[in-house]
């Protein structure tokens, strides 16, 4: 993406679903999207480059910002989607500090704080706002709040670039993911299930004490961020019939170098917390899924003898996952400016060098599907790890230029 993709979009024709990419002959393609809030700019690019590819993505789930960009995408019919996941962005990314960023080093991270600064003093246009209350029960003897930002702006974008009687129609499934704050357990929209309307967003955006929590249906909810921020749930533990292959595009990148500062030591506490998650999810449906096809390998003539009603459930399941399940994890790897704050750093240029990192990974991603370079195959799962590698050298240099 060049420095003006997100300005002037070209028109996107029709996508087809009929492509040579590396999706099953006979099966399902979905697609699962993590929070991590102006970090979603990398998700956004790697979706705009799944459509590209003329994906035939049959199901999407999101969490936080996630929800916000797979509910763009399923919210549009085909031809729109990129264009208006690049609407939202440039909505996102306006109102910088300076029209021109350094190249990198020093003055490219103060330039990067400032933004963020921005951010938490101003909020976003059409996005946040600080609620007054919020910051001023930090002090003592103020009135208690539970939110430092507003994120109602946020629903007049979200009527402009997302159709929501489209997305009701369950053309492209979505799911939303948000957590019960009282109970701390996970809670799931299904586009399939019920209406999905704002608000849902708004719950699932609502990380406290940033935003405020919203109540739906007597349930306290807010972001699923601290429990499961990038939602495979929803598409491993019931996958639908025939072959699976999974795409998951997750913000943080549990790898990194060493931390030489308190901002770095405060970003890499950050990315281990939430993508750590992510691979533990994985690494638990590999285990999963490679004992039901052992199981189902080595006792069949037992299985079909059960009785027990339970017993029987457990049979049919088994007996079901003949299909293979393939996984392909991207991740966002930033660049040594990016800034412990940098969920919260809007501005236009990184914006866009997030956004076409995402591009450049889901092309290398689908290049390494269609070549079958997998990282693991297992009995009924294979996993891709399209992460990229650790920059050592530029983090190196980074903390020379810092120190």
């Known amino acids: 993406m060049d420095s003006s993709s997100l300005h002037s979009p070209a028109p996107d024709a029709a996508l087809s679903t009929s492509g040579t990419g590396p999706w099953p ?15 979603g700019a ?27 960009n797979a509910a763009i995408v399923a919210g549009n019919p085909p031809h729109l989607r990129a264009p208006r996941l690049r609407e939202f962005w440039r909505q996102a990314s306006m109102w910088g500090v300076a029209a021109l960023a350094p190249a990198g080093g020093r003055a490219r991270d103060v330039y990067n704080k400032l933004h963020a600064m921005q951010t938490l003093m101003l909020g976003r246009p059409g996005l946040f706002t600080p609620r007054t209350s919020g910051f001023l029960s930090l002090l003592p003897g103020t009135p208690g709040d539970v939110g430092l930002f507003d994120n109602r702006p946020m629903l007049a974008t979200l009527a402009r670039v997302v159709d ?9 499934p979505l799911v939303i993911g948000a957590v019960d704050l009282e109970s701390g357990e996970p809670v799931y929209f299904d586009s399939r299930r019920q209406a999905i309307e704002p608000r849902h ?3 699932s955006t609502a990380f406290i004490p940033g935003f405020p929590p919203v109540e739906i249906d007597g349930r306290l909810l807010g972001d699923p961020g601290m429990l499961c921020n990038l939602p495979l749930d929803p598409l491993l533990a019931d996958p639908p019939g025939g072959d699976h292959l999974c795409f998951a595009v997750d913000l943080f990148d549990a790898r990194g170098g060493r931390p030489f500062s308190m901002d770095t030591a405060l ?21 999963e899924y490679r004992l039901r096809h052992l199981l189902q390998r080595q006792r ?13 459930d ?6 079901g996952r003949g299909d293979e399940t393939t996984v392909a994890l991207l991740a966002y790897q930033p660049p040594a400016h990016e800034v412990s704050a940098k ?4 501005s236009m240029p990184s914006i866009q060098e997030r956004w076409s990192a995402g591009e450049e990974d889901m092309r290398a991603a689908l290049a390494a599907l269609q070549a079958g370079r997998a990282t693991t195959r297992d009995p009924g799962f294979t996993f891709y790890d399209g992460r990229r590698p650790v920059r050592q050298d530029e983090t190196a240099l980074h903390g020379a230029e810092a120190a």
């Open 25 to 39: 002959a006979a099966g399902t393609v979905s697609l699962a999207l993590s929070g991590g809030n102006a970090l």
């Open 42 to 68: 990398y998700a956004a690019g790697a979706c705009e480059a799944l459509l590209d590819a003329g994906c035939p993505l049959q199901l999407i789930s999101g969490a936080s910002i996630g929800a916000v």
């Open 201 to 203: 967003l708004l719950a």
């Open 300 to 312: 069949p003539h037992a299985v079909p003898a059960l009785r027990d009603a339970a017993l029987e």
């Open 343 to 346: 969920a919260l750093e809007f």
């Open 314 to 319: 457990e049979r049919e399941a088994v007996a």
């Open 164 to 172: 929501f009687d489209y997305l009701n129609q369950a053309a492209l």
């Open 267 to 287: 970003e890499r506490t950050q990315d281990i917390a939430f993508a750590s998650q992510s691979l533990r999810t994985i690494d638990a449906f590999r285990r």
